[in-house]
C-alpha cells in the first residue's frame, strides 16, 4: 500500500489509507482513543479502538513517529471533514523523552529564545512551519515569473575579495591565510552576467556585518536578486518589480492556501500602478505630519518608513510605496545619479506596510563613470579590477533590484520580530542551532 497524505484524505474516503508521521497528540477514553498524526503537509483525527494498540500508543512520549493503516471515514465534525478509523498502528521510532514544548497548542506558549533555542522541534509546529511554507511558495513565484520573462536563474561566490558597498560592514574570513569577505550580495556578480544574459536572478543567503539587535535585522538572511539590461532607467526597473510582486503575492496564494488558513492572513494585493513619491516630497509628507525639520537628512529612519506606510494606505489604499531618488551620498558608487539632478539617484526603495522590503535601481554602465565614482568614494579601483572588466567591454543601460524574503514574510504575518520567520536566524548572539 502506498503511502497517503494528511491534506489527500478527503479523496480516500470509503477507501484504506497508510500514514506515516509524527504521534502529535493522544487522548486515552475508556472505549475509545483519538490520536493526531501529523505529517509534513497537515494533522489528522485518528480513532483507535484496539486495546492493544491503545496500550501502545500511550507508552509513547509526544513525536513518537509512527504509521497507521486505517479507513477513511467522513465526520463532519473532525478536522478538514474527515477522520481515520485505525486497523493497525507501528511503531518506528519512539523517541527517550518529550520534547520541550507541547506542539499540540494551537499557539506556542514560548517566549521567542525559547523558541529559537528549540528551533529544530519548534519549526514542527503546524503554525510555525506555515510561514515557511509560505516562503517556499514565494520563491517559487519569483522564480516562475523570472523565468517566463526569459530571465536566467545564477547562483554566485558568497566568498568575495572586496566589499560589495564599498562599506566596512562586512564579515572577513581568514580563505587560506588570504583575507576574503562574505558577500553582502551578489551585486558585482549579477550586473557581470547581465553582458552574459542580459537578464539574470538569483535566490540566495546574504551576509550584513551590522552590529543591529532590532526587531526588522538579522545577519543572514535571504536575498531574492533580478538584473536585466537595455532599459530606459530606474522606473523600467519598478515596472517589473511590480509585475514579479504579483506573481509572487499570486504564487503564495495559490500554493499556500493551507498555510494562510492556518495563520488566519490575507495577502496584501498589489495595485495596478504603485504609488510613488520622490524622497524630498517624502521629506515633505513627514515634516508635515511630525514637524521635524528634515532638510540635510540623506535617508529615512524606520518611523519616516511607517508613517510613509500609513501615508499610503490612507490616501491610495495601499500596501505598498515606492520611494524614489534617495541622494547619492546613502547610495553605493555604482547607483546611476539622476541626469536632471545629479546629487540624487536613479534609485528606488519600495516601502510595504511601512517597511523598506526592496532596495533597486538604475546602475552605472559606463567604464569611465566607474572610474569617476570608485575615485569619489575615495575606494581605490584596483581590488573592483574583476568587476570592472565586464565594464570595460561594454554594458547596456541596466538595472535591478533585490527583495528581503524574510521582511517580506515578516510583514505579509504580522510577525513583531523578524527571527520568527527566518529559519535558524543568525544576528548579534545567535550562530546556534
Known sequence: ?????????????GGTVLLKGWLHHFRRLSRVSFLLLRDGRGVVQVVVDS???VATLAALHHEAVIEIEGDVVAVAQAPNG?????????????????PPVDLSRRELQVQLPTLLDHAPVTLRHPRQRAAFRLADAAMAGFRASLRSRDFVEIQTPKIVAAATEGGANVFMVDYFGRPTYLAQSPQFYKQTMVGVFERVFEVGPVFRAEPHDTQRHVNEYVSLDAEFGFIDDHRTVMVLLRDVLADMLGTMAADGRGALAELAIDLPVVPASIPCVHFTEAQKLITAETGEDLSGEPDLAPAHESLLGAWAMRET????????????????????PDPERPTFSNSFDLLFRGVELVTGGQRLHRYDDYLAALGHAGHDAAPFEGYLQAFRHGMPPHGGFAIGLERLLARVTGASNIREVTLFPRDLGRVTP
Open 1 to 13: 500500500m502506498q503511502r497517503t497524505w494528511t491534506t489527500d484524505l478527503a479523496a480516500h474516503t
Open 51 to 53: 486495546a492493544e494498540s
Open 82 to 98: 474527515v477522520e481515520v478509523r485505525a486497523r493497525i498502528v507501528r511503531v518506528l521510532v519512539a523517541p527517550p523523552e518529550e
Open 317 to 336: 489604499g495601499s500596501d505598498f510605496l515606492f520611494v524614489t531618488g534617495y541622494p547619492m551620498v546613502k547610495r553605493p558608487f555604482y547607483t546611476h
